[in-house]
């Protein structure tokens, strides 16, 4: 059973950038697709990034936020530039088991507890 753990995240203002980190235990991180999401008041969960061994990102943060993952230290980031007010948000770190990455929230079996971001104007 993986444990997921999120950090980094906090208040900045538009244009700036933060930092959001993961911590995984309990499994062999290797063996599973990672997947950062998102979910602002009032909205559904939203697809922001995943990772294998190759990427993919939601249209609304490609070219700003890079996902990364240090297998030997089982974590993921999701490094988050050039922020706006609409990605404030509560960003989960989510775990998939297999070498498959998704979009879809319900295909991944494992999260975190979710670390706030709040972008001011």
């Known amino acids: 059973q993986v444990q997921l753990v999120e950090s980094g995240g906090g208040l900045v203002q538009a244009g700036g950038s933060l930092r959001l980190s993961c911590a995984a235990s309990?499994?062999?991180?290797?063996?599973?697709?990672m997947g950062w999401f998102r979910q602002a008041p009032g909205k559904e969960r939203e697809f922001v990034a995943a990772?294998?061994?190759?990427?993919s990102y939601g249209d609304s943060v490609k070219g700003r936020f890079t996902i990364s993952r240090d297998n030997a230290k089982n974590t993921v980031s999701l490094q988050m530039n050039s922020l706006k007010p609409e990605d404030t948000a509560v960003y989960y770190c989510a775990a998939r088991y297999g070498s498959r990455w998704s979009t879809r929230a319900e295909e991944y079996g494992h999260w975190g507890q979710g670390t706030q971001v709040t972008v001011s104007s």
């Open positions: 990772i294998t061994w190759i990427t």
């Open positions: 309990g499994g062999s991180f290797r063996n599973y697709a």
